[in-house]
């Protein structure tokens, strides 16, 4: 994974016009932030990139790149099995 | 014998909520995207004074107008409800009078919720198999929308008010070799219990105000605070995507099949986004899995008996195919079983 790909999931999931989100935009201010979009993020992070991520770690996440991080940080295991 | 489910019919009250009526109370959303992330069009409510007893009972009658069984075939009658009209008396005691079963009938109210339908077929199919009862009926009725806050769009979105009625009946086995209803597989972790929860009205937390105050808002060293619905939805899902996929996988192993052999999978009617995304991460086949929710949104226990009702409506069901049934929710609480089905 690379910063690209991740920013482009969330584009296409938040569904916003593409350089809206960048990796030192504050996660729940991209436009759209709900419940629902929340569980869509839930969602792509496990379809997309194959990690499963607490809510409540995300909600620690300031920012894009602070949740890039966890992603990273938490497929790390399973990239070294690899 | 062998239990069977012989009929389905079901309630819904005829309030509407409709997603532009549900943008009025949150204007950020769009009908579209709370379409495209629910796949619910519409919910229905029940009226103030209208209760899960008064949805079970139109359900019910429903079912003996079918001409599927009379009042007086109804040997045992459980009701699945989270929201019953007192602590005590059990409403399903309340229902054997208002519908006219015998005295001789056994009646309980069971405590669960999405999971709560596959509960009763395995109970059903128990009272039947050791000849305790010869037509159960198993029947779930909510009214969740009497918990939810009004402006908490994140349940206000999902959950419907309904009652489904289902009649199992003993009957000779017409495939030896297959069980009608079975096997089951079940599974419980209450460390989940907290993602969903009604708080108050019970006797941890009892609705203040009525004791001290008798709902007097001046007696103001008590709040009325009504039982309200607290759903932590990232939660759920993250628990959905660890115990659903080894659910399926649990009944498939213990019933001894792989997918080919489910002509159709049911699983409980959550939240569609949410059901698409279990389906293909557990790859089943789009075309054998069911969903039918845009009319009545999650209406808990009775989301998979409507689910099969509409499918044998649809033609989608017809005599010996085998069902998968897959529940799933408030508890944390979990079941399976595989139906061939009888209708």
Redesign the interface.
């Given at each position: 994974m690379n910063a690209t790909q991740f920013l482009a999931a969330l584009h296409e999931l938040f569904d916003v016009r593409a350089g809206t989100i960048h990796k030192d935009s504050v996660l729940q201010d991209i436009p759209g932030w709900?419940?629902?979009?929340?569980?869509?993020l839930?969602?792509m992070l496990?379809?997309e990139f194959g990690v499963?991520i607490?809510?409540g770690t995300?909600l620690r996440c300031h920012t894009v790149e602070d949740l890039m991080d966890e992603v990273i940080a938490d497929s790390k295991p399973a990239m070294m099995a690899a | 014998m062998q239990a069977i489910l012989k009929a389905i019919e079901y309630y819904l009250p005829p309030r509407i909520l409709d997603n532009p009526q549900l943008c009025e109370i949150a204007p950020n959303w769009s009908p579209q995207k709370i379409q495209s992330k629910t796949g619910i069009q519409e919910r229905r409510i029940s009226e103030e004074e209208e209760l899960s007893s008064d949805l079970a009972v139109k359900a019910v009658t429903k079912l003996f107008e079918s001409g599927a069984c009379k009042p007086e075939d109804i040997d045992y009658l459980m009701l699945c409800t989270q929201s019953p009209d007192y602590f005590l008396p059990t409403t399903a005691c309340l229902l054997q009078h208002r519908l006219g079963l015998r005295t001789s009938c056994g009646a309980l109210d069971f405590n669960l919720g999405c999971s709560g339908f596959i509960y009763g077929l395995g109970m059903a199919k128990g009272l039947i198999e050791t000849g305790q009862a010869t037509n159960v009926l198993v029947v779930t009725a909510e009214t969740y929308t009497k918990f939810i806050t009004p402006t908490d769009m994140s349940v206000r979105a999902l959950f419907g008010d309904a009652s489904a009625a289902t009649l199992i009946t003993a009957q000779e086995p017409f495939d030896g070799s297959v069980p009608a209803i079975g096997p089951f597989v079940y599974g419980t972790d209450g460390r989940g219990a907290k993602n969903l929860i009604v708080q108050t009205g019970g006797m941890r937390k009892p609705v203040a105000g009525f004791a001290s105050g008798g709902g007097d808002e001046d007696a103001d060293e008590h709040v009325l605070t009504p039982p309200t619905l607290y759903m932590n939805g990232p939660e759920i899902f993250l628990f959905t995507l660890d115990a659903v996929p080894d659910l399926v996988a649990g009944i498939c192993n213990r019933a001894g099949i792989t997918f080919d052999d489910v002509d159709l999978f049911v699983f409980h009617q959550a939240n569609e986004y949410m059901l698409r995304h279990l389906r293909d991460k557990i790859e089943i086949p789009p075309d054998r899995f069911y969903v039918s929710m845009s009319h009545c949104g999650n209406t808990v226990s009775s989301t998979i008996p409507i689910a099969l009702k509409e499918a044998h409506k649809a033609g989608r069901l017809k005599t010996g195919d085998r069902v998968m049934l897959i529940g799933f929710g408030v508890g944390y609480s979990w079941g399976a079983t595989m139906l061939r089905w009888a209708m």
């Amino acid at each position: 994974m690379n910063a690209t790909q991740f920013l482009a999931a969330l584009h296409e999931l938040f569904d916003v016009r593409a350089g809206t989100i960048h990796k030192d935009s504050v996660l729940q201010d991209i436009p759209g932030w709900s419940s629902m979009t929340f569980i869509g993020l839930i969602a792509m992070l496990d379809e997309e990139f194959g990690v499963r991520i607490a809510p409540g770690t995300i909600l620690r996440c300031h920012t894009v790149e602070d949740l890039m991080d966890e992603v990273i940080a938490d497929s790390k295991p399973a990239m070294m099995a690899a | 014998m062998q239990a069977i489910l012989k009929a389905i019919e079901y309630y819904l009250p005829p309030r509407i909520l409709d997603n532009p009526q549900l943008c009025e109370i949150a204007p950020n959303w769009s009908p579209q995207k709370i379409q495209s992330k629910t796949g619910i069009q519409e919910r229905r409510i029940s009226e103030e004074e209208e209760l899960s007893s008064d949805l079970a009972v139109k359900a019910v009658t429903k079912l003996f107008e079918s001409g599927a069984c009379k009042p007086e075939d109804i040997d045992y009658l459980m009701l699945c409800t989270q929201s019953p009209d007192y602590f005590l008396p059990t409403t399903a005691c309340l229902l054997q009078h208002r519908l006219g079963l015998r005295t001789s009938c056994g009646a309980l109210d069971f405590n669960l919720g999405c999971s709560g339908f596959i509960y009763g077929l395995g109970m059903a199919k128990g009272l039947i198999e050791t000849g305790q009862a010869t037509n159960v009926l198993v029947v779930t009725a909510e009214t969740y929308t009497k918990f939810i806050t009004p402006t908490d769009m994140s349940v206000r979105a999902l959950f419907g008010d309904a009652s489904a009625a289902t009649l199992i009946t003993a009957q000779e086995p017409f495939d030896g070799s297959v069980p009608a209803i079975g096997p089951f597989v079940y599974g419980t972790d209450g460390r989940g219990a907290k993602n969903l929860i009604v708080q108050t009205g019970g006797m941890r937390k009892p609705v203040a105000g009525f004791a001290s105050g008798g709902g007097d808002e001046d007696a103001d060293e008590h709040v009325l605070t009504p039982p309200t619905l607290y759903m932590n939805g990232p939660e759920i899902f993250l628990f959905t995507l660890d115990a659903v996929p080894d659910l399926v996988a649990g009944i498939c192993n213990r019933a001894g099949i792989t997918f080919d052999d489910v002509d159709l999978f049911v699983f409980h009617q959550a939240n569609e986004y949410m059901l698409r995304h279990l389906r293909d991460k557990i790859e089943i086949p789009p075309d054998r899995f069911y969903v039918s929710m845009s009319h009545c949104g999650n209406t808990v226990s009775s989301t998979i008996p409507i689910a099969l009702k509409e499918a044998h409506k649809a033609g989608r069901l017809k005599t010996g195919d085998r069902v998968m049934l897959i529940g799933f929710g408030v508890g944390y609480s979990w079941g399976a079983t595989m139906l061939r089905w009888a209708m």
